[in-house]
């Protein structure tokens, strides 16, 4: 079974700028989590879908966040304009339903503002 | 909101020695999962702990479930330096705006000495 599929691996941008991340979960995973960690903490969740609906993005900061996940599939991050502060891995998980069972994680997207 | 304390934060142990890993958490929670994190990786699955009094073994770590305390522990046993890697544990609650979301505690850096 094919992994979770995260790109770029790595990304160095100057604040201001606008960075864009994407992530290909394991086929057939209806549940697509994007988790933000800073260096020395534990991940914290972003934005989980469902399918292509959003379920929860409580902790999204959507004045300079969005994300989006078409057809159910492929989703992408986006981060506009960039802060210091964002400078973390970004992780994409998906699981079978919310869940359940198991939840897979990418190998992570390294962010660098400078 | 769910919080999530880990302690200790930071573990330096002896080949050998036996310690535990303890993880606190302020709700209910239905199931809660054990990752490891290498530096510069992403999360490996350890341990799927699905009800009270659930124990999980693999190799030398065992990880346990109380949901009555709001506690689960990870022991190693007979340390090993393979095992240093920063650990985490997320419990999941499923209800409202939460369902299926792992939040992670602040994780616990292992070091295994000679």
């Known amino acids: 079974e094919a992994g979770v599929a995260q790109s770029p691996r790595y990304k160095i941008i100057e604040k201001r700028q606008s960075v864009a991340f994407w992530c290909n979960p394991i086929s057939g995973h209806a549940t697509l989590y994007w988790y933000q960690q800073i260096l020395g903490q534990g991940p914290k969740l972003l934005i989980q879908?469902?399918?292509?609906?959003?379920?929860?993005d409580s902790q999204l900061p959507k004045d300079r966040f969005s994300a989006e996940r078409l057809k159910g599939v492929d989703s992408t991050l986006k981060i506009q304009p960039a802060k210091l502060e964002d400078s973390a891995v970004y992780l994409c998980a998906s699981s079978l339903d919310n869940g359940a069972g198991r939840y897979t994680f990418g190998s992570g997207t390294r962010l660098t503002v400078v | 909101e769910l919080k999530v304390e880990q302690n200790p934060l930071f573990l330096s142990m002896q080949e050998g020695k036996n310690y535990t890993i303890y993880c606190n958490y302020s709700?209910?929670?239905?199931?809660l999962y054990w990752y490891r994190q290498d530096p510069g990786k992403s999360l490996e699955s350890l341990f799927v702990l699905l009800s009270n009094g659930a124990v999980k073994q693999e190799g030398r770590l065992m990880a346990s479930l109380d949901t009555k305390a709001r506690l689960s522990t990870l022991h190693i046993t007979a340390a090993v330096h393979d095992l240093s890697a920063t650990y985490f544990c997320a419990p999941v609650i499923d209800g409202g705006t939460s369902y299926g979301k792992l939040t992670f505690g602040q994780g616990t850096i292992l070091t295994v000495h000679p």
């Open positions: 709700t209910t929670s239905d199931r």
């Open positions: 879908f469902q399918n292509n609906g959003v379920v929860d």
